[in-house]
């Protein structure tokens, strides 16, 4: 598989025709923002090919303290065919050794995805990472947070990503979010 390191200049709109529509519009950065993140934040933005075609798509945010996948993607055509194991495999080898977290659409909340959520979650656990049983809430999505690496990860850690972010874009400036501790 091809990787190609993605930057406000090369990205194309294959790739963010993918981005528009993989993730629900809620928890979309505006385009042009994440553009402009790239570079503020160091995004590790890559585009992944199997030859000429264009397969999918990580964003991930290194940090000191933990890596945070932020955002994978694969062409809905192309999904169940071992791309997404083949991308997840090569980043966990990229940023071995390092704690790596993610947040994602929680298995445990009732909803039309759920079985969705569920092979999502499973697909992760397969791969070594652990549910911290960390909940946020997205508008009404739930959220659960899951690891990778030594250590925990907290309601004060994800606060501290969270307000880190705010340093370079406040989301709730651009879109109605409200991000919630689950109780």
């Given at each position: 598989?091809?990787?190609k390191s993605i930057t406000a200049a090369n990205s194309d709109e294959q790739?963010r025709q993918l981005y528009e529509t993989a993730f629900p519009e809620e928890?979309?950065?505006?385009?042009?923002?994440?553009?402009?993140?790239?570079?503020?934040?160091?995004?590790?933005?890559?585009?992944?090919?199997?030859?000429?075609?264009?397969?999918?798509?990580?964003?991930?945010?290194?940090?000191?303290?933990?890596?945070?996948?932020?955002?994978?993607?694969?062409?809905?055509?192309?999904?169940?065919?071992?791309?997404?194991?083949?991308?997840?495999?090569?980043?966990?080898?990229?940023?071995?050794?390092?704690?790596?977290?993610?947040?994602?659409?929680?298995?445990?909340?009732?909803?039309?995805?759920?079985?969705?959520?569920?092979?999502?979650?499973?697909?992760?656990?397969?791969?070594?990472?652990?549910?911290?049983?960390?909940?946020?809430?997205?508008?009404?999505?739930?959220?659960?947070?899951?690891?990778?690496?030594?250590?925990?990860?907290?309601?004060?850690?994800?606060?501290?990503?969270?307000?880190?972010?705010?340093?370079?874009?406040?989301?709730?400036?651009?879109?109605k979010v409200n991000y919630r501790e689950e109780i």
């Open positions: 598989m091809k990787k790739i928890e979309q950065i505006p385009w042009d923002d994440l553009m402009r993140l790239i570079g503020e934040m160091h995004l590790d933005f890559t585009a992944y090919y199997d030859g000429d075609t264009f397969v999918g798509f990580t964003i991930i945010y290194p940090r000191p303290s933990f890596t945070w996948y932020w955002y994978f993607a694969v062409r809905d055509e192309l999904r169940s065919k071992g791309y997404g194991q083949q991308i997840l495999s090569n980043v966990i080898e990229r940023y071995k050794g390092q704690t790596t977290v993610f947040d994602m659409e929680s298995p445990r909340q009732e909803c039309a995805n759920s079985e969705q959520r569920k092979r999502r979650h499973k697909f992760y656990l397969r791969n070594g990472f652990r549910d911290t049983n960390v909940y946020r809430r997205f508008d009404e999505v739930e959220m659960t947070i899951m690891m990778m690496g030594e250590g925990s990860f907290t309601i004060n850690d994800w606060n501290d990503i969270t307000n880190e972010l705010k340093q370079f874009w406040n989301w709730e400036d651009s879109k």
